[in-house]
């Protein structure tokens, strides 16, 4: 089974750190992984996207034109790569910076409110997990404990204190996701 995915934001969202999480988890399972970062000069507040592939196979290219999964959590990149999901993909997004959703008939869309999840939880560097706990709730791409495990291995050893919260967030993030019809 193969999943290709893209992860579209703004620089400060987590967009890449989500990423790298998915693609350690993959590797840990034993997956073949890609992961792929795009980005511009600026660091927080300019676009961000990356993209990860999860695949029992060798993975031939991580240049990817279309998307089994994307989650969007800006109004330009749903501007750009909605059109990109593949029929029958799964369009995941935060309801906070999205103007226009534009749905389609031929894509699961799932809309995810952690932009208001994490002002909940006081701490809006969660804003990611909760986004990542969704995904995994639509589309179980890898074990939680295995993004557990990739999460750990992605901070730095100072902020393993986070941990915890971190989890919480996750696990929050797998009960707010709700359909769109």
């Not at 934001?9 to 987590?14: A, C, K, L, N, R």
Request: aromatic fraction near 6%; charged fraction near 20%.
């Amino acid at each position: 089974m193969t999943h290709e995915l893209i992860i579209a934001g703004f620089g400060g969202q987590g967009v890449l750190s989500m990423g790298k999480i998915l693609a350690y988890s993959g590797l840990t399972e034993g997956k073949e992984v890609s992961w792929m970062p795009s980005y511009g000069p600026e660091q927080r507040g300019g676009t961000a996207n990356v993209t990860v592939i999860l695949s029992d196979d060798s993975i031939s290219s991580p240049i990817l034109n279309t998307y089994d999964i994307a989650i969007i959590l800006n109004q330009p990149s749903m501007d750009k790569f909605r059109p990109r999901i593949k029929p029958g993909g799964i369009l995941l997004y935060d309801g906070y910076g999205i103007r226009n959703l534009s749905p389609r008939p031929d894509v699961r869309c799932f809309r995810i409110d952690a932009m208001d999840a994490a002002a909940e939880m006081q701490n809006d560097k969660v804003f990611n997990m909760l986004i990542l706990g969704g995904l995994l709730r639509v589309s179980p791409i890898v074990k939680l404990e295995n993004v557990l495990l990739g999460l750990k291995k992605s901070l730095p050893e100072r902020h393993h204190k986070l941990l915890p919260m971190n989890e919480a967030a996750i696990r929050r993030g797998m009960e707010i996701v709700r359909e769109v019809v």
